[in-house]
């Protein structure tokens, strides 16, 4: 079993920044791939960032260039820079570990964090 704690959601003004953390513990090396998805009210969990354990990286087209995923195995700790925030960011996030290599779907991650809140307000 894999566990993920986030941290690090909060309020902020649009073009303001916020990192958010995953702290993963328990059977980690059954990981392929880590994400983050986010949620807002009415809408479909999508995956913003997910990286591999071998360092590759994908973004969905409407953060690309304001996120960044990165992981610090040492620690295994899940980080997300967000910056240049926008109010369509506003969203609850969820960390979350697949064992299956870049996967996309909510559906192939077996593993979530209770989520952390990102409010950007204009």
């Known amino acids: 079993q894999v566990q993920l704690v986030e941290s690090g959601g909060g309020s902020v003004q649009t073009g303001g920044s916020l990192r958010l953390s995953c702290a993963a513990s328990?059977?980690?090396?059954?990981?392929?791939?880590m994400a983050w998805f986010r949620q807002a009210p009415g809408r479909e969990r999508e995956a913003v960032a997910r990286?591999?354990?071998?360092?590759?990286?994908r973004y969905v087209d409407s953060v690309k260039g304001r996120y960044t995923i990165t992981q610090d195995k040492a620690s295994n700790t899940l980080y997300l820079q967000m910056n240049s925030l926008k109010p369509e960011d506003t969203a609850m996030y969820y960390c979350?570990?697949?064992?299956?290599?870049?996967?996309?779907?909510?559906?192939?991650?077996?593993?979530w964090g209770q989520g952390t809140q990102v409010t950007v307000s204009s």
């Open positions: 979350a570990a697949s064992r299956i290599i870049l996967a996309s779907l909510p559906s192939h991650y077996q593993h």
């Open positions: 328990g059977y980690t090396s059954s990981i392929s791939t």
């Open positions: 990286i591999t354990t071998g360092g590759l990286t």
